[in-house]
């Protein structure tokens, strides 16, 4: 079985270092991108199983760039799990009608658990 393939999308370098070697350690393929032009351009070329989307990046947010993932054929599909600071009972309706209509199956609190990373990425692969 060839491995499931994970692109992190985070501004924060340390966070995507430090996921990329949680989720490495696990035997997963890790693509990195810094932002969401990077992550957007780097789909042109892989297609992850899974994306671990900040929500909250300079330049282009989280949403815009779920919202491109989600209007491109190529990229539709893909397993979105936003990263997020916010917890999820702050977002309210506004937040929670995001996640249906971006298809987004999960979300992870910053900062979170090891454990609960791993365990969560693969309850959704």
Do not use: H, W
């Not at 297609?47 to 282009?60: A, H, K, Q």
């Amino acid at each position: 079985m060839s491995k499931k393939k994970i692109m992190v999308v985070d501004d924060e370098e340390s966070l995507l270092q430090l996921v990329a070697a949680i989720l490495g350690n696990e035997g997963y393929e890790v693509i990195q991108a810094a932002n969401g032009k990077e992550c957007l351009d780097k789909l042109k070329k892989e297609t992850p199983d899974l994306i671990l989307l900040d929500v909250m990046m300079p330049g282009m947010t989280g949403r815009e760039v779920l919202e491109n993932i989600r209007k491109n054929p190529k990229t539709k599909n893909i397993k979105v799990i936003l990263l997020t600071v916010i917890r999820y009972v702050e977002l309210g309706k506004l937040g929670k009608d995001m996640f249906k209509s971006l298809k987004v199956i999960d979300y992870i609190t910053k900062p979170f658990e090891n454990d609960d990373l791993i365990k969560r990425v693969k309850k959704v692969l």
